[in-house]
């Protein structure tokens, strides 16, 4: 049944969802009492396999799903009657406690508190509020508690499985098992250092393309931003790659915005600082009025990043989403004279292949060019994609003519 929720819930359901936030997620310790440690009412109710409902609320756990970056999400929605939280402001506290069941690993223990502005009584309609966190493959326990200002609180428990993908576990982006971490909606933070083997590692060039597929939109989503992002950082994690150089580009406003050139590791806070200065979808009118732009802009691109050099990289990864022009150009086709022969693979991720099923501007770009494509539209396909290109780098083949007509339409 739908209920029609007024304003006050509205505003309850923003400020739990946003504002009302406190601290963020975080980790808890068990030796000491005050905010940030679990006190001994918390852990009485987590050893516990008694469910409380004397805070009335509604538990639903989030199976754990595969990320792009090759780390699992899992995590719970909560459901609560806001006729419960009626009253002056209230603050609700949940806590819960993650245990790996394949190892003798330590439970992991996490918080986060929100707070309630006031609510009249006899209010109608829900509240809900969720929460995430990341996952090594394997087996868990989730102890769950929320505990209101008055001590009322509401508990549940459950066990979820993260089962990775054959093979994956071979690849350095996916964790270790029973690795539990707090989830960050953070994009472009610092990627911790790679151990990597000592001797002579690869030169891995990535071009990044951060234009949306659908032109109508100004710039990718948060989601597909992230699994963009994503993927390059499982790319940075392999230890067999030590070198980097990065080529991001923005085809709305034919920008090249932020390149990195042999690095030891890629700088994802100066990519996204480089990024946040891109307004995309905006374009000056000579541009408009230029219908060679995209075709000019595009070769430029593939000329000055596969033409053949002193130091050819030993790979060459074009990443994001399928490109398309806005405006008719002829296809930008570069030439085989003097291009370089690193190997070049094209992880195409389209999360809609239904959408934009033809081949786009990079694909018909690099028609002359022997190229490995693979279509991304889940992250088990990058994983997969990932997997090819190392036993490819390592092997030296590439695809077919036959199996690139098979891998895209």
Sequence with gaps: MN????????????????????????????????DGYLGPGDFAVLASDEERDDLPCDVEALDPELEYDLNFRAGYN?????????????????????TPLDTTQDPVYMQRRYR???????????????GKYRLGPGSYKVDWLMRDRTEKVCSSSWEIVAETVEGFEKLAATPTTSLVTPFSEEVFYEEPPVMRPRGELRHVKLIINFTPTNLAIAGLSAYDLKSVVSMARAIAREPEFGLFSVVAYQSQRELIFFE??????????????????????????????????????????????????ESDPDAIIFLGPKLVFDRSAKTAVISPLEITSSPIFYLIYNRNPWIYPWRDAIS????NQVIDEFNIAEAKDFGEALQAILARLATGETLTAAEQETTIP
């Design 364 to 367: 018909s770009g690099l028609s």
């Design 3 to 34: 209920l029609r929720l007024p304003t006050f819930a509205s505003l309850l359901f923003a400020s739990l969802a946003f504002t009302g936030v406190l601290a963020g997620q975080q980790l808890l310790h068990l030796d000491q009492n005050g």
């Design 260 to 309: 990195q050139n042999r690095a030891t590791q890629i700088d994802f806070p100066a990519l996204g600082e480089a990024l946040a200065d891109v307004r995309g979808g905006t374009v000056d009118i000579e541009t408009l009025q230029d219908k060679e732009s995209s075709r000019r802009f595009l070769l430029e691109l593939l000329e000055q990043n596969l033409i053949h050099g």
């Design 116 to 130: 309630v502005p006031k609510i009249e009584a006899g209010a109608q309609g829900h509240a809900n509020l969720s």
């Design 78 to 98: 909560a459901r609560i009657p806001l006729r419960a939280l009626a009253g002056r402001s209230n603050s609700l506290r949940v806590v819960f406690r993650i």
